[in-house]
């Protein structure tokens, strides 16, 4: 008897460092597809980029490709046009704040109240535009903002109003593709912001209105605190990525034109990459690009946590 107990407890002993290691192996084998997928779609480029903008090619296996240092580099900051985008690259963020954020806040908070189905109705109408194909809805709104045979200008003459030329105006062609941009954006955003505000407890709401709160009181002292982290969420998403979702309307409506008023970094990066086939030139924009907004996230999420506020 005490033989099979001492065999049982070196056997659990050895059983024991055994099961130690899977724990600590397994989890990492359940990872390691999201892992390489990682490592293959987005840091390996990403390496490759930074790589390549040191050379100068143009993307044909049968030129040669020639180490040039920083030139690249030199040149594109040098470049007048970099400049350019890098300025419309921040009004199309400032743009589309309002549209991507304020106006969605509004709406998710003033049509909370509604009856069930009412506000499924609108919930649905108002997301329509962002299931739409970006490359549809711009060929659609070309069609529209036409000067001359557009809907949206026969509408203005009827009214005894001269129709602006949207997209060929340098003035106001950048303002009409941020419009566009955040029209798509506003369904996504309600959408978010709305599911946030149904999640707050409802508890809260209610202590308030029997101590006497007003509607606004509510919404400053308990709905706006709480959702300050879905807003702060949105607000980085815009500034990381609301040039970059403009960049089909961009690319359909007005080619970076009129007279380089509509074009932004992303846009420029695709136009090194793929028009005059330098890849120096824009891997070594894409660098420069995934530096200053890598450093603008870092910031972007330090303020995300020290400003979000939550009930717990």
Do not use: C
């Amino acid at each position: 008897m005490t033989t099979i107990t001492a065999s049982t407890a070196s056997s659990v002993a050895t059983s024991r460092p055994r099961q130690t290691r899977r724990r600590t192996y397994l989890p990492w084998l359940y990872l390691s597809p999201v892992i390489a997928t990682f490592l293959l779609w987005i840091y390996w480029p990403l390496i490759d980029a930074f790589r390549l903008s040191f050379y100068e090619w143009n993307m044909l296996a049968t030129s040669p490709m020639t180490f040039v240092g920083w030139t690249n580099y030199i040149n594109i900051f040098s470049l007048p046009k970099f400049w350019q985008a890098l300025r419309n690259t921040g009004i199309y963020v400032v743009g589309l704040l309002p549209l991507a954020v304020l106006l969605p806040l509004a709406i998710a908070i003033f049509t909370a109240d509604l009856p069930a189905r009412s506000r499924n109705i609108y919930r649905a109408m108002i997301f329509v535009p962002m299931i739409v194909a970006p490359v549809v809805a711009a060929v659609l709104w070309r069609w529209l903002l036409d000067p001359g045979h557009g809907m949206v200008a026969i509408t203005l003459k009827t009214m005894g109003i001269l129709a602006p030329r949207f997209l060929q105006d340098p003035k106001i062609a950048i303002w009409t593709i941020i419009v566009l941009t955040g029209w798509k954006l506003i369904g996504f955003s309600t959408l978010i912001l709305s599911a946030a505000n149904a999640n707050i407890n409802p508890s809260l709401i209610e202590a308030a209105r029997m101590d006497g709160a007003s509607r606004w009181a509510i919404i400053r002292d308990i709905r706006l605190p709480l959702l300050s982290s879905t807003v702060l969420f949105l607000i980085m998403m815009t500034i990381l990525l609301g040039a970059q979702w403009s960049f089909s309307y961009i690319n359909v409506l007005t080619g970076g034109g009129p007279l380089g008023a509509t074009t932004n970094i992303y846009y420029l990066l695709w136009d090194f990459g793929f028009s005059s086939l330098s890849v120096g030139w824009s891997s070594a924009a894409a660098v420069v690009l995934f530096i200053g907004f890598g450093a603008l996230a870092y910031v972007l999420f330090r303020l995300i946590d020290r400003f979000s506020f939550y009930d717990n």
